[in-house]
């Protein structure tokens, strides 16, 4: 199947090389012209412009856009949606607004333009690990795209089918669901990273408690200087709190125990936050999304180790590089 990608960024590019290798064929752009040359050396066919990748594809075309949320994503959609047809399927798989995606999806229909929002998690590792998919669009949409969908997604692996399961063939099973109409899939995605940072937050608490187990406000004997690189490393062997993101921080930690490079100022890309102004709208109560994300916030102004891990599991899954450490910083 032939698949247009515009963004060859750390996902982007990562996301080309998958269906390559599966015998799909792929026309890319990139602003950056050497990321274009390097997919061509791969076996992309390259484009120099929107209209010139437009015009290398054979119709009904799909072009994934693989853009930061906002202005850059909603300039291109624009842009590359001018030279489309009737039939054609525009693709969203950055981290957009659910909302957006929904108003972008009815205006694109008056030009018979189809349009699908799919929520990747993934990360760097997507390349080999495969990316977990959530999509929403028409159902004539998904079953169009979903050859693409099947090469991406890790499919069954190694882990075990959950007893039970009615639905023994379903696409969940091998890393991809078709959620709902326009706008689900990056909804589903949006609860998901709200979902992330509570966890993240979880294990930055737990393991700065244990590195301060040697305070010397304790009583002397209550002291104990704990190996957290050990500790991570046993609870990822038959423990209930193992996880993708604890062998992240077993990595992070086994590197450097101090974890020198990260200042511990957190960002957040924006998913939190519409994930808690979901929580008002419906009035769901979500306490430890905010406590996560309010942390967040304030580690920006006082950081201690804990959040320097929540920075090294953040690089780790995304490649996300954080603010240096300032000469007058005392993370304790």
């Not at 929520?119 to 690990?129: C, D, M």
């Not at 979902?195 to 010397?216: H, T, W």
């Not at 979500?286 to 929540?310: P, W, Y």
Request: charged fraction near 25%.
């Amino acid at each position: 199947m032939q698949l247009g990608m515009i963004g060859l960024g750390r996902m982007g590019g990562n996301i080309v090389k998958r269906l390559m290798r599966d015998g799909h064929k792929c026309v890319v752009y990139d602003r950056d012209a050497k990321a274009v040359a390097s997919l061509v050396r791969a076996g992309a066919t390259g484009s120099t412009s929107l209209a010139d990748l437009v015009s290398k594809m054979q119709a009904p075309r799909v072009v994934w856009i693989m853009l930061p949320a906002g202005k850059p994503t909603e300039e291109t959609i624009a842009e590359v949606s001018s030279g489309l047809e009737a039939g054609d399927i525009i693709i969203d798989g950055g981290n957009s607004f659910y909302k957006d995606d929904i108003r972008r999806a009815k205006a694109l229909k008056e030009k018979q333009i189809a349009y699908a929002d799919v929520g990747v998690s993934g990360g760097v590792w997507g390349l080999e690990r495969g990316y977990c998919m959530m999509i929403g669009g028409e159902t004539g949409t998904f079953e169009h795209i979903e050859p693409l969908l099947k090469t991406l997604a890790p499919g069954l692996g190694h882990i075990a089918r959950t007893p039970n399961l009615t639905k023994a063939n379903a696409s969940a099973e091998h890393g991809y669901i078709h959620a709902g109409s326009v706008g689900s899939g990056h909804f589903v995605k949006m609860i998901h990273n709200g979902i992330e940072y509570g966890l993240m937050q979880a294990y930055s608490e737990g393991f700065n408690i244990l590195k301060n187990k040697n305070s010397p406000t304790l009583p002397e004997d209550e002291r104990f200087d704990i190996d957290l690189t050990d500790v991570a490393e046993v609870w990822r062997r038959g423990s209930v709190v193992s996880s993708w993101l604890l062998d992240l921080t077993a990595q992070a930690l086994a590197s450097d125990a101090q974890l020198t490079k990260f200042s511990g100022a957190v960002d957040d890309s924006g998913e939190g936050r519409w994930t808690l102004n979901a929580a008002i709208e419906e009035a769901v109560p979500a306490d430890v999304l905010a406590a996560s994300l309010f942390a967040r916030f304030r580690s920006r102004d006082k950081n201690t180790f804990g959040e320097k891990l929540l920075s090294a599991m953040r690089f780790g899954f995304g490649g996300h590089v954080e603010g240096a450490v300032k000469p007058s910083e005392n993370a304790g």
